[in-house]
T-cell receptor, first 112, second 113 residues
Framework: GENVEQHPSTLSVQEGDSAVIKCTYSDSASNYFPWYKQELGKGPQLIIDIRSNVGEKKDQRIAVTLNKTAKHFSLHITETQPEDSAVYFCAAFMDSSYKLIFGSGTRLLVRP | GAGVSQTPSNKVTEKGKYVELRCDPISGHTALYWYRQSLGQGPEFLIYFQGTGAADDSGLPNDRFFAVRPEGSVSTLKIQRTERGDSAVYLC???????????FGEGSWLTVV
């Protein structure tokens, strides 16, 4: 079955710097890769997603890149702000199974 | 419109008791998912419904766990003879159709004492 690995587990950056979180997936049939932000005591909130027919997608300060050959995808946050501090999860989805498999999460801390 | 709604938000129960957790998906969403999240970990898949039927229940840990969605909308996750290891946040999510964006609720925090 699908397995998603996520790195780093924790990330601390200075406000205004960039943050990068990386994920790898095991099943080449995966075709949809969302990223979720989870704040303490709340459910995961979708922040950006990418499908396998696209290599990069941007939404203001957030971008996601996908390398299908290497089975890697990454989240890039530029000009980080303290309110970006949260746990971020990557996930991979296969149409054949309709299951979303999550990485283990990255705790991002943006220092003011 | 409203997002995915889960009740209760918090539940404390004694070991051995029966609990039900309810999920109201976004109106019109045909796909419904249950996930379990332990502290410091990512959500783990439990079961997926397409309409009224459980299309994939391979993530249910054992036969103490059961879920229903009788009318294709609201779903209930049922846990019998609860154990302390069942303590976790149970997340419900829905999607307009399989393969589309999946939206999560705020979760039901279950504590078994």
């Amino acid at each position: 079955g699908e397995n998603v690995e996520q790195h780093p587990s924790t990330l601390s950056v200075q406000e205004g710097d960039s943050a990068v979180i990386k994920c790898t997936y095991s099943d080449s049939a995966s075709n949809y890769f969302p990223w979720y932000k989870q704040e303490l005591g709340k459910g995961p909130q979708l922040i950006i997603d990418i499908r396998s027919n696209v290599g990069e997608k941007k939404d203001q300060r957030i971008a996601v890149t996908l390398n299908k050959t290497a089975k890697h995808f990454s989240l890039h946050i530029t000009e980080t702000q303290p309110e970006d501090s949260a746990v971020y999860f990557c996930a991979a989805f296969m149409d054949s199974s309709y299951k979303l498999i999550f990485g283990s999460g990255t705790r991002l801390l943006v220092r003011p | 419109g409203a997002g995915v709604s889960q009740t209760p938000s918090n539940k404390v129960t004694e070991k051995g008791k029966y609990v039900e957790l309810r999920c109201d998906p976004i109106s019109g969403h045909t796909a419904l998912y249950w996930y379990r999240q332990s502290l410091g970990q990512g959500p783990e898949f439990l079961i997926y419904f397409q309409g009224t039927g459980a299309a994939d229940d391979s993530g249910l840990p054992n036969d103490r766990f059961f879920a229903v969605r009788p009318e294709g909308s609201v779903s209930t996750l049922k846990i019998q003879r609860t154990e302390r290891g069942d303590s976790a946040v149970y997340l419900c999510a829905s999607s307009p159709w399989p393969g589309n964006t999946i939206y999560f609720g705020e979760g039901s925090w279950l504590t078994v004492v």
